[in-house]
Structures are given as structure tokens and as C-alpha cells.
């Protein structure tokens, strides 16, 4: 088993920044790969961002490139994501997915860009 506890969603203006941090704990040693994921309001939910082990190869959502970048600190088994130059549709709530014998869920942080 995998237990994964977001935080650091809040709110925050256009063009602020945010870093998201997913802590996982349990059999992390089964884990190879580590992703955020958003859903909207109303909206199903998309994958943001993916980085996998071995290797640190990363993906993102053509919506975020050039503005989120995620990162993996093995050390403290913790999944980052700093967003920068937020806009109002980053609004949602984004989720920690890890993959390993199975996927395992966080339980979300609200991340909301208004002025």
C-alpha cells in the first residue's frame, strides 16, 4: 500500500505562483511513476504532469508547458509541482496519481486563480 497526502493548494492571483507537494509513504519502493492530475468543475479530470523512475523523464499538458514543472525528491519520498503564471482555468483540484503494482490516489488540494 501507498498513501499519498497532498498540500500547498490555495488561492492565488493571475500570474501568481503555487507549489504543490504530494507526500507519499508505505511501499514507495514500488513506485516508478508519479504524476499530477486536475479536474474542473464540471470537467473530467486531466493529466498535468508525469515524471518517471528510473531516469527523471517528464511530461506535461501542452496547457502547461513552459509554466508547471514537477519534480521528485526520493530523499523525502515527495512529488513537487510548481506552477508559475497561473491563470483562472488552472482552477481546480489537483491530485497526486503514483503508479506502482497498482495506482494510488491522493485525496486533492483546491488550487483557485481569481483577482
Known amino acids: 500500500q501507498v498513501q499519498l497526502v497532498e498540500s500547498g493548494g490555495g488561492l492565488v492571483q493571475p500570474g501568481g505562483s503555487l507549489r504543490l507537494s504530494c507526500a507519499a509513504s508505505?511501499?514507495?519502493?514500488?513506485?516508478?511513476?508519479m504524476s499530477w492530475y486536475r479536474q474542473a468543475p464540471g470537467k473530467e479530470r486531466e493529466l498535468v504532469a508525469t515524471?518517471?523512475?528510473?531516469?527523471?523523464?517528464?511530461n506535461y499538458a501542452d496547457s502547461v508547458k513552459g509554466r508547471f514543472t514537477i519534480t521528485r525528491d526520493n530523499a523525502k519520498n515527495t512529488l513537487y509541482l510548481q506552477m508559475n503564471n497561473l491563470k483562472p482555468e488552472d482552477t481546480a483540484v489537483y491530485y497526486c496519481?503514483?503508479?506502482?503494482?497498482?495506482?494510488?490516489w491522493g485525496q486533492g488540494t483546491q488550487v483557485t486563480v481569481s483577482s
Open positions: 508505505g511501499n514507495i519502493f514500488s513506485i516508478y511513476t
Open positions: 515524471i518517471r523512475s528510473p531516469g527523471g523523464s517528464t
Open positions: 496519481k503514483a503508479v506502482g503494482s497498482r495506482a494510488y
